[in-house]
């Protein structure tokens, strides 16, 4: 209990604060002051909440504390330049050979079906720009209840697409915890004004246990000039057949369906 009172400490002091943590782990700032304190032991749930959130084990979290510290402090070691500069050079070759992605510039919902609440469609709020001729992608979740509208977790994601071989490629990772990576593979859109794009994305659910899997995905194109606040509040976890969700976009993200029957078409050129 000492042990690990002491090295909740040292991981939280290389954050903002301890509201920061609290917020970014989702567990109350009173409870929370007390497993600083050393006065109760989290639960099962909430110790693997926040050792995914520092990055070590369940065991790690229970070492010595100047062990622990050595621990955290190699992991937070910087990259040193060489070792990144290999990297970017690969990433650098394939945005040099990128199409223009700035007609897909602006805000959309993205809807697919959760890897870790299965029959639920998340609903989440994304935004592309283009700056010098990069795209940059950003996505938050606001996940709520299907049943009760409650909320219980958010996620931010943060990444870059690129045009490569007449697909959409896009990559991003989840800014809080940085413990999730999805890479999407999408079609263009080929009309006057984007309206859909759809395809394919990769990833995992952040929960320990779960496995790696695959979904189709939709991006619904909004606008490039919005109220956020409103399409937040259209946001969260839904059941299929929740009024709020046209029919269409539930068909095109369904799994179930043959690949060459969604119903929002791919116009090719």
Known sequence: M????????????????????????????????????????????NMRRICDFIGVTDSEMLMEESRFAQLIGLRRQPVPRPQLELPMQRL???????????????????????????????????????RDGRGYFKNVEILRDPDTGRWFRSNKYEGMLFQLADRIQLFEYETLEMNSVTQMTLYP?????????????????TRRGRKPGASRVALEFLGTDISVLRAMRQTGMFYPDDPSLRPEIVDAIDNRIDPGAFVLEVDEP
Do not use: M, W
């Open 92 to 130: 650098e070759a394939l945005l040099a050979r990128s199409s223009p992605v700035d007609r897909y510039e602006g805000y959309y919902f993205r809807y697919f079906y959760s890897f870790g609440n299965k029959g639920c469609i998340i609903k989440s709020l994304a935004r592309i720009v283009v």
């Open 2 to 45: 000492s042990n690990f009172a002491k090295n909740l400490t040292l991981a939280c002091s290389y954050h903002a604060s301890i509201s920061d943590v609290c917020r970014r782990i989702g567990i109350n700032r009173q409870q929370f002051n007390k497993y600083l304190n050393g006065q109760v032991h989290p639960s099962r749930h």
């Open 189 to 205: 859109s080929y009309r006057s004004r984007v309206d859909f794009l759809l395809g394919i994305q990769t990833g995992g659910p």
